[in-house]
């Protein structure tokens, strides 16, 4: 991941205008809570976290993480949620270091480009509860939150094989990155699978598993981008995209929306007709990362006093529900009764492992 660092920040800075300033003063970013204020009364147990780019609202996994924060606080009195959002890179470590001098029970990064500082933290700070979405750091007091998001997408891709149109679908990503590439793995191999059981030829634009090649956004933001992207792979006749880009999926959304029906949706995170809801018409599934219920199990056992451990942490798969192919919404109708039927077949035959479904990026 250290490689394409500084190509990272400058892609996202570019796209989104953001600056490096307050990290650069090492200030911690601004914090929120759950009712909107700079600052809480003191609680039992403080669940505090520290978002990924893209912010609080993202309509993806650090909206996913922090409605998980909520939902345990709903169930456990005692939780005091909050975060802080990152504007930039730069403002991991002092988002984790704030929460740290500020005595948190339960410190949550959020996302996989945390890894690294979050390793480095928490083993600085050896007395705190870390935990992380989509990475695993192997340290005591870190608890990792991983998802096998390539069997969904495997669903996902045979999904989208079998309503196409136009032979070709596509997606995208927005970073390089394991958590984002494991989702591609998924869907590429689903349409082969497809092409396998039903001799078809469909087509996947956008990833080359074989090679680990593929289009990137650089961005979880700049829905500008997105845009462009999504023109490209529907110039090229794709008519069913998942973008794994965050908001930056959301030009995805426009582009199918202004596309009066000829080109549909596959989100990813969040089930896209509630964490996007403006979209739900073009949105065909989505391929749902339970972030939410992994982190609402989580701050509960903390809460109450259980310990979490480290490992395994938590591995979310099609088994637990930790990962799933969301519902088909307004496309219920329009979805062939015999293709949900095979969908279902399919799933229960990656659960007993009848079917394999395998990513280098898949959790350990």
Known sequence: M???????????????????????????????TSSGASTAAAAAYKACMVTDLGGIDD??????????????????????????????????????????????????????????VTTKVAKESASSQFAIVDSNSGNSNVYPM????????????????????????????????????????????GVAHYNEVKGKKVE???????????????????QNKGKSVTDTLVSQGAD?????AGGTGLGTAQVAKDSA??????????????????????????????????VKEAVVKGAKGEALSAAPGYIGDLSNEGVSLGEYHSFDSKVDPA????????????????VKVESASAPK
């Open 339 to 354: 293709l949900k039927t095979e969908l279902e077949t399919l799933k229960a035959d990656v659960i007993s492992g009848k």
């Open 261 to 294: 029906g000829k080109v549909s949706v596959i989100w990813v995170d969040q089930d896209g007709c509630t964490s996007a809801a403006q979209y739900c018409d073009v949105f065909l599934s989505t391929v749902v990362k339970n972030i939410e219920g992994a």
């Open 59 to 116: 309509k993806s996994f650090n909206a996913s993480a922090w409605a998980g924060l909520q939902a345990a606080q709903k169930e456990v009195g005692n939780v005091d949620p909050k975060y802080v959002a990152s504007s930039s890179e730069a403002d991991y470590e002092p988002g984790l270091r704030s929460y740290v001098s500020q005595s948190c029970n339960f410190i949550l990064a959020v996302g996989g480009l945390m890894g690294e």
């Open 204 to 222: 996947v634009l956008g990833w080359n598993k074989a090679s680990q090649n593929g289009t990137f956004a650089e961005s979880f933001i700049d």
């Open 146 to 189: 991983q998802f096998a998001t390539h069997q969904a997408a495997f669903l996902a891709g045979y999904l989208a094989a079998g309503y196409s149109k136009s032979g070709k679908v596509g997606t995208y990503g927005g970073l390089k990155i394991a958590p984002v590439t494991i989702f591609m793995d998924g869907f590429a191999d």
């Open 2 to 32: 250290r490689p394409v660092r500084g190509k990272r920040i400058v892609a996202i800075l570019a796209a989104g205008g953001l600056t490096l300033a307050a990290a650069a003063c090492g200030e911690a970013p601004e914090e929120a």
């Open 240 to 244: 069913v995209i998942m973008p794994v």
